[in-house]
T-cell receptor, first 113, second 115 residues
């Protein structure tokens, strides 16, 4: 069966520090991968998506970047965090063959102080 | 462009009451997919249901039921005899066919079931 792992679960970082959140998927090949952010009390905003290794598309301009160095690995990064980067970050995967549902990781709660 | 609107920000019901969560969507595609997810306090999104645009048959799963009406672009979710464990944020989502299969979420409805 397919599983998705996301870590860390919580993170407190000072303003100006770098960020690296990692997401890996098991049990499937060539998934579509997504990073979403959920601000406190709000909906999910799509940040990045990837349809293959090295292929990253950004939905909104921001202080973050994403990379996909391996088929089932998706990384969210920042060189210098801003206070506004605080939020709940969710990684998701979806099969490419059919328009199936997306499956989500457990999320990372990031607080920038 | 695709859009999902969940007009109800928060709903409170007393346990055992029925509750309906509204979802209205916009899309230019004739083929699309609709979803409902549950987000309990732990934060993880739990998939509940997927419905494609060609299947307007309503679905029932235990205490959960979904009413899909293309004529009004709505995909509403009803919980019958609500329980405290149903307390969560519920998201409706839309995906158009093809491309990178972007999933667009509504802003969510927070449901509180009071014992």
């Amino acid at each position: 069966s397919q599983t998705i792992h996301q870590w860390p679960a919580t993170l407190v970082q000072p303003v100006g520090s770098p960020l690296s959140l990692e997401c890996t998927v098991e049990g499937t090949s060539n998934p579509n991968l997504y990073w979403y952010r959920q601000a406190a009390g709000r909906g999910l905003q799509l940040l990045f998506y990837s349809v293959g290794i090295g292929q990253i598309s950004s939905e909104v301009p921001q202080n973050l970047s994403a990379s996909r160095p391996q088929d089932r690995q998706f990384i969210l990064s920042s060189k210098k965090l801003l206070l506004s980067d605080s939020g709940f970050y969710l990684c998701a995967w979806r099969a490419t063959a059919l328009n199936t549902e997306a499956f989500f990781g457990q999320g990372t709660r990031l607080t920038v102080v | 462009a695709q859009k999902v609107t969940q007009a109800q920000t928060e709903i409170s019901v007393v346990e055992k009451e029925d509750v309906t969560l509204d979802c209205v969507y916009e899309t230019r595609d004739t083929t699309y997919y609709l979803f409902w997810y549950k987000q309990p306090p732990s934060g993880e999104l739990v998939f509940l249901i997927r419905r494609n645009s060609f299947d307007e048959q309503n679905e029932i799963s235990g205490r959960y039921s979904w009413n899909f009406q293309k004529s009004t672009s709505s995909f509403n979710f009803t919980i019958t005899a609500s329980q405290v464990v149903d307390s969560a944020v519920y998201f409706c989502a839309l995906s158009e066919e093809g491309g990178y299969q972007k999933v667009t979420f509504g802003t969510g409805t927070k449901l509180q079931v009071i014992p």
